[in-house]
């Protein structure tokens, strides 16, 4: 999920890069090479993601707004949400999810697109690995379409660790997220203070009771309260608004 940055909100990977983005400006380079040299008073962020909103949601509330905004830079991911609930298709998903990609690039500046993460150690999602990699292959092929970076995260093998993942085992840890946003500065060529893919540290091994405890646990706590809400067609981002709608000040 992230920590709670100095406003209470969560911090996520988006977050974080905007940090990375706003301190490679300030020392004078920016992102695209060729895009003048910006201070870092006059970076400007938004952020419009809400957790567990479908590609069509998105697409309606917030690729007006991003256009709208005009941004060099949009990270675009979405689609997971989607692939993941029984009966979606995922050649479906891609078609409507490039639509997207097509308005974007024909209205801001460069657009990173974000594959699905590769979910072989996920319990719930385990299933859905070769649904999940079909679309990762889509995203992939529409950004060489439309010359879009890609945040490959299927790739990404240190969040194939326990520890990048949150207690819910759905969304990303703290230092989950720390590691997306270095791989997304990366892919943007910047200058990254650690390598996103570098080892954890050693932990000690687990025994069968422990782990299967935590399973249980994790069922009790967060996978049925999860089903649930799949079944009566809720999500856990109802009601919840966009945290950074208007490109403000990176520290306001």
Not at 68 to 95: H, K, M, Q, S, Y
């Amino acid at each position: 999920m992230g920590d709670p940055g100095p406003d209470g909100r969560y911090v996520g990977w988006a977050d974080r890069l905007a940090v990375l983005l706003a301190d490679r400006l300030a020392d004078g380079a920016a992102f695209s090479g060729d895009a003048p040299d910006t201070v870092h008073g006059d970076f400007r962020y938004a952020n419009l993601a809400v957790r567990g909103r479908l590609l069509d949601q998105i697409v309606d509330e917030q690729l007006p707004r991003a256009k709208e905004l005009a941004p060099d830079l949009v990270t675009f991911c979405a689609g997971g949400n989607d692939i993941i609930r029984p009966g979606t298709d995922p050649d479906d998903v891609a078609e409507r999810f490039e639509r997207a990609v097509a308005d974007l690039t024909g209205a801001v500046g460069t657009v990173m697109v974000t594959t699905g993460f590769d979910t072989r150690g996920v319990p719930v999602l385990r299933h859905l690995r070769g649904k999940i990699a079909t679309y990762t292959a889509h995203v992939r092929a529409i950004a060489d379409r439309y010359d879009c970076p890609v945040l490959d995260l299927w790739s990404l093998k240190s969040v194939q660790d326990r520890r990048a993942w949150d207690d819910d085992r759905l969304h990303l840890s703290p230092e989950g997220h720390t590691r997306v946003a270095l791989r997304a500065a990366q892919v943007l060529g910047l200058d990254i203070p650690a390598d996103p893919d570098q080892a954890w540290p050693p932990q000690p091994p687990r025994g069968a009771f422990e782990v299967r405890r935590d399973d249980i646990n994790w069922a009790r706590e967060y996978l049925v309260p999860w089903i649930g809400r799949r079944l009566r067609g809720e999500s856990s981002g109802d009601h919840v608004e966009a945290k950074r709608p208007d490109l403000l000040p990176l520290r306001q």
